[in-house]
Antibody, heavy 119, light 110 residues
Framework: QVQLVQSGAEVKKPGASVKVSCKAS????????IHWVRQAPGHGLEWLGI????????VYAQNFQGRVTMTRDTSTSTVYMELSSLGSEDTAVYYC????????????WGQGTLVTVSS | QSALTQPPSASGSPGQSVTISCTGT?????????VSWYQQHPGKAPKLIIY???KRPSGVPDRFSGSKSGNTASLTVSGLQAEDEADYYC??????????FGTGTKVTVL
């Protein structure tokens, strides 16, 4: 299984942006997609989008289109998720997770990154 | 894209069975056999326990089983054990709109 290591906790002010990284241990970018999922305190899981290893690179959830951007750095086996125009409702733990291409499930998860939005 | 509907809670005594439903639409659960289930203990990342409606990853006990009928998927935990107490989430592929999670169910072992 691919091991995923995410960047550390962040504190941001309302209106700012945050960029969370997800580094894969054995990621060749040819067989795995990376998904981003968040969980607000005391709430359920919410899918933000996918960065695909091939083809059309990104698909974003409707609720986040225009605010989320997913990119990758092949040289460091790292995928990034940037969320802009932050509000208090964006306070959550953000997870990255792998999907073996066209498997349609998430088999490895990062440890999570807490993003706190507070003035 | 609305969340799939799950009951907020379910419970059972050790050794008993509990079944959790996950209701979607003809655009997600009803359209694809790509329903997966995740177990999440407090403070931990989710863990895959069922994929493609009823398949178990290696290492997941056969006490966990999944099924689907129409727009509703179900997860059954048989022979409940103390360590099964956790939150459970379903997820479905939804075509061009991506993926959608269920609202989550807290399972309590009495």
């Amino acid at each position: 299984q691919v091991q995923l290591v995410q960047s550390g906790a962040e504190v941001k002010k309302p209106g700012a942006s945050v960029k969370v990284s997800c580094k894969a241990s054995e990621y060749t970018f040819t067989g795995y997609h990376i998904h981003w999922v968040r969980q607000a305190p005391g709430h359920g899981l919410e899918w933000l989008g996918i960065f695909k290893s091939t083809g059309v690179r990104t698909v974003y959830a409707q609720n986040f289109q225009g605010r989320v951007t997913m990119t990758r750095d092949t040289s460091t086996s790292t995928v990034y998720m940037e969320l802009s125009s932050l509000g208090s409702e964006d306070t959550a733990v953000y997870y990255c997770a792998t999907e073996m291409a066209s498997a349609y499930y998430f088999d490895s998860w990062g440890q999570g990154t807490l993003v706190t939005v507070s003035s | 894209q609305s969340a799939l509907t799950q009951p907020p809670s379910a419970s059972g005594s050790p050794g008993q069975s509990v079944t959790i439903s996950c209701t979607g639409t003809s655009s997600d659960v009803g359209a694809y056999n790509y329903v997966s289930w995740y177990q999440q203990h407090p403070g931990k990342a989710p863990k895959l326990i069922i994929y493609e409606v009823s398949k178990r990853p290696s290492g997941v006990p056969d006490r966990f089983s999944g099924s689907k009928s129409g727009n509703t998927a179900s997860l059954t935990v048989s022979g409940l054990q103390a360590e099964d107490e956790a939150d459970y989430y379903c997820n479905s592929y939804a075509g061009n709109t991506g993926f959608v999670f269920g609202t989550g169910t807290k399972v309590t072992v009495l």
